[in-house]
């Protein structure tokens, strides 16, 4: 079946560091892909989405590229700050309507100052 | 616009009864979908209703069902609970038009505890 997978944090970071998390993906079909947050205290939202190979989702900083040929959809920032500590969940859909979400395990972000 | 709502936010069982977790979606938002988030097994999708009709179903037993009301209003019922049971149940909400890759909406979930 589809499943997700995305790399074990916690993920420690100093302010201004660069981010990565990968997550590759397996499906049978051609599904959409998403990135969504979780701040402490807070419910689930969506940072970022791509519905075909080789859009590129962007929010916030953050970016991700839908990598078909490598079944990937890595979430990258280029400088990152201590409001962005929170629990990052890569996710795929293989329906139109983008439910019945597929979420990797979680990876958690601390940024210190 | 008022967020997607789950009542109630913290609920106390024990094993073998049956519980009832209610959500109320965006207004507008025909879509309702379940998601139980444990430790162990991650954020894990349940179901799916649209217009009072379940259009996609996770891999869960039978004891997990769910229905949606004319005002997309839903609930979802665990009977003969379990301990492995225990979880945060995350309800969401979108538009739900085929065609259109909807934003879901999440809600602040409801905590369960089976004793």
């Known amino acids: 079946g589809d499943s997700v997978t995305q790399m074990e944090g916690p993920v420690t970071l100093s302010e201004e560091a660069f981010l990565t998390i990968n997550c590759t993906y397996t499906?049978?079909?051609?599904?959409?892909l998403f990135w969504y947050v979780q701040y402490p205290g807070e419910g689930l939202q969506l940072l970022l989405k791509a519905t075909k190979a080789d859009d590129k989702g962007s929010n916030k900083g953050f970016e991700a590229t839908y990598r078909k040929e490598t079944t990937s959809f890595h979430l990258e920032k280029g400088s990152v700050q201590v409001s962005d500590s929170a629990v990052y969940f890569c996710a795929l859909s293989e329906n139109q309507a983008g439910t019945a979400l597929i979420f990797g395990k979680g990876t958690t972000l601390s940024v210190s100052s | 616009k008022a967020g997607v709502t789950q009542t109630p936010r913290y609920l106390i069982k024990t094993r073998g009864q049956q519980v009832t977790l209610s959500c109320s979606p965006i207004s507008g938002h025909r879509s309702v979908s379940w998601y139980q988030q444990t430790p162990g097994q991650g954020l894990q999708f349940l179901f799916e209703y649209f217009s009072e009709t379940q259009r996609n179903k996770g891999n869960f037993p039978g004891r997990f069902s769910g229905r949606q009301f004319s005002n997309s209003r839903s609930e979802m019922n665990v009977s003969t609970l379990e301990l492995g049971d225990s979880a945060l149940y995350l309800c969401a909400s979108s538009i739900g038009g085929q065609g259109l890759t909807d934003t879901q909406y999440f809600g602040p979930g409801t905590r369960l505890t089976v004793l």
């Open positions: 499906a049978t079909g051609y599904p959409s």
